[in-house]
């Protein structure tokens, strides 16, 4: 059978070879079927007419009926106006146009009948419509208008003259085209269950909503449909691997880990570390593979959660491995681990890029006879050459640098793949968590160690630099370390290396008698190494840098942090940075400077960091703030989330409603064959094929 909605969009009426070309490059539609799926961004109710004498100023968008009583160029230039006296009998507006003005006056005449809809405004005592839309007022019937759509339109489909009222022209020609109901995307039994609309009415009703409930149930069931897509998508990966791949199985806890619990560990657990290690306790002692992802704040004691899964994985024989992103960091665990260990009979190795030669060897091949237990390390454990005797279980620090194929790679290093845990210190909401990293299992610290001073975090304007140098001055004199971090943006990074270079300049000025390190991008890793190294053994009181400072670099006498056009970071990124500091044992303080000259969202954002330490608050409140599309995590993975309908920040609700919907659906036994299911997967396929960003996330 022919299906209607699989036309090319150039046929429909209206649009021609031109239009259809601006219609694909601009917002990516080619047939039918994707016009229909480009919904409105918002709806304005069109069913009142209001009286001229009503208006008062404040109002939001309001229609008029009446008559152009003239019409009448104005100013010179750039501030060239055409105004049309508009009268209804109970008083005068202007209408404005400051462009199109040769095509208004011959389009619209005076004396002709009209209704007019815009925004009112006071201009010169005056109320006036700039650039509104116009319609014969015997064009159409009031009532019918019901909710207007408003469509996303770009700079170049207006000069096509394709700007919303012509997508809705359009929109309105191809519903009457259709001559059956738009095919059904959902398994009948999932409609009933959950009591959706049908996709036909649906599209309907999200174009041209009937009334306000009408559009919010067709909102619902186009969003349930794209976030449900999405989690049976993961869900069902997730179950092909685990049906695919038996897990390593840890049944015991042994001496290792009790050896340590009770006479190395230098202080209580948290409860929320405690209840993690149960957690994936029981997860690799489950027979399944593991794989969990573990968001604690800065500062909250994930390394020793990693730790103690580590000795479990040894108290059965397995060996361990921990990645880090950077040298220093793997340096630093690998210092940590050895302490913390102390006096056991435990082997832990580092190895890294630069451990070369004989040293190298020998620990390659201590890996292979299986003497070395724990190996701590960077990308450089993911080398071919790398090879275990029975690895266990890998922790990953800080997975944004560690993307979903080196993941992979891990696999491939013994026969049954190792339990992964993978850490983060980037705190992401469970909701979005969920879509992301659907496939790991989440684990939260939501508790920081007792006895934690929390960083002070003031706002200060760039003028007042001269009282900022003086509390930086004090605390170097106490014996503290400073951070400077300038911002690094790509397209302008050349202006930032000037601002930084500039900046470091002017510290060394300000405090001559202190030394001063300097880290940035395109630096050598080398040298970058070796100037943290400066700053890290408190051979120099000053780092100047850009971003590029390491996550999770611990330096715990340091306690300033000063972000420089702190204005231009996103909150997850500044609250990353703050992290920082308030690693030991003195009042950390987190200064942001900015201009003088805010944006009310960047207010908002510097106001926020101020007043609260909780990553997980800043990361909803990001979310919101910015849209999923630009959270570090998100960008980090690759997935571009430019949902159709559905939004992670508000939709949460939906998000967590429809994996269990999904998980529903894969829990039975048959989920393959039923059936009743044969259109999940035949959409699944369909989405997968048309949605590059699909194959990210399987
Ligand atoms: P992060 O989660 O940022 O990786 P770390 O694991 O580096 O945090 O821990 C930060 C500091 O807190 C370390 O010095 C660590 O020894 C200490 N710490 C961890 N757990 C506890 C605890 N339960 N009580 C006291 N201090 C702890
Ligand atoms: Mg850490």
Not at 223 to 240: A, G, T, V
Not at 432 to 458: F, H, N, Q
Not at 596 to 622: C, H, P
């Amino acid at each position: 059978m022919f299906d209607i909605t699989a036309q090319d969009i150039k046929y429909l009426q209206g649009v021609g070879p031109q239009r259809a070309s601006v219609l694909n490059k601009e917002i990516n539609i080619y047939t039918l079927n994707d016009l229909l799926h480009y919904y409105p961004y918002k709806y304005i109710d069109r069913s009142r007419l209001y009286y001229i004498s009503e208006i008062d100023g404040e109002m939001p968008y309001i229609q008029i009926k009446g008559t152009i009583l003239s019409f009448e160029t104005l100013g010179e230039g750039r501030q060239r106006r055409l105004v049309a006296h508009f009268s209804d009998g109970t008083g005068i507006i202007d209408l404005i146009w400051f462009q199109g003005i040769k095509y208004i006056t011959s389009k619209y005449k005076v004396r002709e009948e009209y209704i007019v809809f815009g925004k009112p405004t006071v201009f010169n005592g005056r109320y006036n419509i700039a650039h509104p839309d116009i319609d014969k007022a015997d064009d159409i019937a009031l009532s019918s208008l019901g909710l207007r759509p408003y469509y996303n339109t770009t700079e170049k489909m207006k000069r096509g003259n394709l700007n919303s009222h012509a997508v809705e022209k359009l929109m309105q020609n191809a519903l009457n085209l259709l001559k059956e109901p738009i095919a059904e995307t959902l398994p009948q039994y999932i409609i009933d269950e959950h009591h959706l609309i049908s996709l036909d009415k649906a599209i309907h009703e999200i174009h041209f909503p009937h009334s306000a409930d009408r559009l919010r149930k067709a909102q619902y069931r186009l969003k349930f449909e794209e976030l449900f897509y999405i989690q049976l998508n993961i869900l069902r990966y997730s179950k092909e691997r685990q049906m695919k791949f038996r897990g390593l199985n840890f049944s015991k806890v042994g001496d290792y880990f009790n050896d340590f619990y009770f006479n190395n560990l230098p202080f209580q657990l948290t409860g929320a570390q405690k209840r993690v290690i149960k957690e994936i306790r029981n997860d690799t002692g489950s027979g399944r593979q593991m794989n969990r992802l573990l968001q604690g704040d800065v500062g909250s004691g994930k390394t020793l959660v990693a730790l103690m899964s580590m000795l479990i994985a040894l108290d059965n024989g397995y060996q361990a491995c921990m990645m880090a992103p950077t040298e220093i960091l793997a340096q630093q665990h690998y210092e940590s681990l050895k302490k913390l260990l102390f006096g056991m009979n435990v082997r832990v190795e580092l190895l890294t890029g630069s451990i070369k030669g004989k040293k190298r060897e020998a620990i390659l091949n201590a890996l292979l006879t299986g003497d070395v237990n724990i190996l701590i390390g960077t990308h450089a454990v993911l080398e071919d050459n790398v090879n275990f005797s029975s690895l266990g279980i890998v922790v990953i620090d800080e997975q944004h640098r560690f993307g979903v194929a080196q993941r992979a790679k891990l696999w491939s290093k013994s026969n049954t793949p190792p339990h992964i845990l993978v850490m983060t210190a980037t705190p992401i909401p469970r909701t979005l968590a969920m879509t992301l990293y659907g496939d790991l299992d989440v684990s939260v610290i939501d508790e920081l160690p007792p006895g934690r001073k929390p960083i002070k975090t003031v706002h200060q304007f760039d003028n007042r630099r001269h009282s900022l140098y003086e509390s930086i001055r004090k605390q170097i004199e106490e014996g503290r370390q400073i951070y400077i971090v300038y911002p690094l943006i790509k397209e302008s990074e050349k202006i930032d290396i000037k601002n930084l270079e500039e900046g470091y300049e002017h510290v060394c000025e300000e405090f001559p008698q202190y030394k001063v390190s300097v880290v940035h991008g395109k630096m050598k890793p080398g040298d970058k190494e070796e100037e943290m190294q400066k700053f890290v053994t408190g051979e120099t009181q000053i780092m100047v840098a850009t971003t590029v400072i390491e996550v999770g670099v611990n330096v715990p006498n340091a306690s300033v942090m000063v972000i420089e056009n702190a204005e231009r970071f996103g909150l997850s990124q500044l609250h990353q940075l703050r992290g920082r500091v308030g690693r030991g044992a003195d009042q950390s303080y987190c200064i942001l400077v900015t201009g003088y000259k805010l944006s009310e969202e960047t207010r908002k954002r510097i106001q926020i960091m101020v007043d609260t330490n909780d990553g997980f608050e800043i990361a909803e409140a990001d979310l919101k703030l910015r849209g999923p599309g630009d959270l570090e995590g998100t960008q980090q993975s690759g997935i571009a989330f430019d949902l159709k309908i559905a939004n992670l920040a508000k939709d949460g609700q939906i998000v967590q409603y429809v994996r269990n919907v999904a998980e529903k659906v894969i829990d039975n036994p048959n989920f393959e064959q039923l059936n009743e299911n044969k259109k999940l997967w035949e959409q699944l396929k369909l989405l997968r094929k048309n949605d590059v960003n699909w194959s990210v996330i399987s």
